[in-house]
C-alpha cells in the first residue's frame, strides 16, 4: 500500500457548520473503511468512506457511514464508545513504538488513548483534553435506511505530551476503523487490513502510512 496524502486546506479557522466543513473538504479525496477482516463470525460490511486534510495546526477527518442501525448511548469523555456506532482514527508519530487511537460515536463523544501496544501501558487522556476535539453530526433517516456523518477537528494541542506543534511535512503511521461492539450486527472493518485471528484494533504492525503535506 502507498503513502496517503493529506492535503492542507488553510491555516484559517474553520466555521463550526456541517456544510463549510464540506465545502473546504470538497477538493480531498475519499478512501474507503472495507476491510471486513473477520468474516466468518463479523460478516456485516456497513458503507463507510472518510476524508482526511489538515490546517497546520488541526488533522480535519470527516467519515460518512451507511448500516443497519444507528446506536448511540455514551454522553461522556472515556466511556465505552466502540459499543455504540462508532468511527476510529489510530495515529503513531514513532513508527510504531506509541501511538494514540481517537474513538468516536455518532453523538460525538470521544474516547482517546496513548501508549504502546500493550493495553497494561496504554493511558486515557484527561476529559479536558477531549474536549478539545470539535466535533459535528449529522443523522438522516430516509425509509429505513439510516446514514450519519462526523467531522473530528483535532488540534495539535492534544498531541503536546509528544511535543507536537505542527503537522506540516509530519510523516505517520495510521489505520481508521468502523465498529460497533454492542449493535444487532457487530462489525469490525478497517482501511488498512488486518491478519489476525480475532478482532483488535490494537495492533500497529498493520497501520498504513500518511504523509502531511
Excluded at 473538504?25 to 468474516?39: D, G, M, S
Excluded at 506509541?98 to 460515536?105: A, G, M, V, W
Excluded at 511535543?163 to 509530519?170: A, E, P, R, T, V
Aim: proline share 5%; hydrophobic share 40%; aromatic share 14%.
Amino acid at each position: 500500500m502507498g503513502i496517503l496524502k493529506v492535503g492542507h486546506i488553510g491555516k484559517g479557522e474553520l466555521s463550526l457548520d456541517y456544510v463549510a466543513y464540506k465545502e473546504a473538504l470538497k477538493e480531498q479525496k475519499w478512501h474507503a473503511i472495507e476491510h471486513v477482516n473477520w468474516p466468518g463470525e463479523f460478516p456485516y460490511k456497513p458503507f463507510v468512506n472518510f476524508q482526511i486534510a489538515h490546517t497546520s495546526s488541526h488533522i480535519v477527518l470527516h467519515y460518512a457511514v451507511e448500516e443497519e442501525y444507528v446506536k448511540a448511548q455514551y454522553i461522556r469523555p472515556n466511556e465505552s464508545v466502540w459499543e455504540d456506532s462508532c468511527v476510529e482514527f489510530f495515529i503513531s508519530f514513532d513508527n510504531k513504538k506509541q501511538y494514540y487511537n481517537f474513538e468516536f460515536n455518532v453523538l460525538g463523544t470521544g474516547l482517546i488513548g496513548f501508549g504502546s501496544s500493550d493495553k497494561d501501558t496504554r493511558v486515557r487522556l484527561e476529559p479536558a483534553v477531549i474536549e478539545q476535539v470539535s466535533t459535528l453530526t449529522t443523522v438522516v433517516n430516509n425509509k429505513g435506511v439510516k446514514t450519519w456523518a462526523i467531522v473530528l477537528l483535532i488540534p495539535v494541542t492534544v498531541f503536546e505530551n509528544i511535543g507536537l506543534k505542527s503537522f506540516d511535512g509530519i510523516k505517520a503511521d495510521v489505520n481508521f476503523y468502523k465498529c460497533g461492539d454492542a449493535l444487532p450486527t457487530p462489525h469490525f472493518i478497517s482501511w488498512n487490513k488486518i491478519n489476525h485471528a480475532t478482532p483488535n484494533f490494537h495492533l500497529p504492525e498493520y497501520f498504513g502510512q500518511v504523509e502531511f503535506a
